[in-house]
Antibody, heavy 121, light 107 residues
Framework: QVQLQESGPRLVKPSQTLSLTCTVS??????????WGWVRQHPGKGLEWIGY???????FYNPSLKSRLNISLDKSKNQISLRLNAVTAADTAVYYC?????????????WGQGTLVTVSS | DIQMTQSPSSLSASVADRVTITCRAS??????LNWYQQKPGKAPNLLIR???TLESGVPSRFSGSGSGTDFTLTISSLQPDDIATYYC?????????FGQGTKVQIK
């Protein structure tokens, strides 16, 4: 059973960098067949795809965030990370780590529980 | 970006009612359409992939159909456990995009 767990600071100051880590168990970020990525949800709102990374290191980002975004993976720790620079209050959201199967449809089939990150001074 | 529009935004139905949610894409996405169920305070849960393939463990009262730009999620007999918000998602290209959600309540 694949499990994903997000971790990181819950409060970030405006203009600083939001950093989250997703630890994967029951699966490997070092093997092909899956994308590992992030989806966020603003309070009371819908879902926004942030981006994902393949085991090769190839990344796919939402153009709306691309200039501020970095997703990386650490194969030795079986983790992926999210860094979002120059945050504002508009980046306050629940951030989910999720796995997508490569192939047709590529839905997010496993999700972390999510972590609320608040951007505030 | 491909825009996904769901209707209705919310609905109220009785237990055992048939419920239908529609999702329209701003361009053809063939069958690269997925449906999720999200309960309050929880992560989304994948119900249907590829427009019509039911995920393992999902009750058979859920079904999906459609192709191109128009899609439907149907709950054949609404149960109390189905109270949630439902989202469609296109994965035809990136950025992946979601509909705004349909909140389902019991009348």
């Amino acid at each position: 059973q694949v499990q994903l767990q997000e971790s990181g600071p819950r409060l970030v100051k405006p203009s600083q960098t939001l950093s989250l880590t997703c630890t994967v168990s029951g699966g490997s970020v070092a093997r092909g067949g899956y994308y590992w990525g992030w989806v966020r949800q603003h309070p009371g709102k819908g879902l926004e795809w942030i981006g994902y990374i393949y085991y090769s290191g190839e990344t796919f980002y939402n153009p709306s965030l691309k200039s501020r975004l970095n997703i990386s993976l650490d194969k030795s720790k079986n983790q992926i990370s999210l860094r979002l620079n120059a945050v504002t209050a508009a980046d306050t959201a629940v951030y989910y780590c999720a796995r997508s199967e490569v192939g047709e449809s590529s839905p997010q089939d496993y999700w972390g529980q999510g972590t609320l990150v608040t951007v505030s001074s | 970006d491909i825009q996904m529009t769901q209707s209705p935004s919310s609905l109220s139905a009785s237990v055992a009612d048939r419920v239908t949610i529609t999702c329209r894409a701003s361009q053809s996405i063939t069958t690269y359409l997925n449906w999720y169920q999200q309960k309050p305070g929880k992560a989304p849960n994948l119900l249907i992939r590829g427009a019509s393939t039911l995920e393992s463990g999902v009750p058979s009262r859920f079904s999906g159909s459609g192709s191109g730009t128009d899609f439907t999620l149907t709950i054949s007999s609404l149960q109390p456990d189905d109270i949630a918000t439902y989202y469609c998602q296109q994965t035809y290209n990136t950025p992946q995009t979601f509909g705004q959600g349909t909140k389902v309540q019991i009348k």
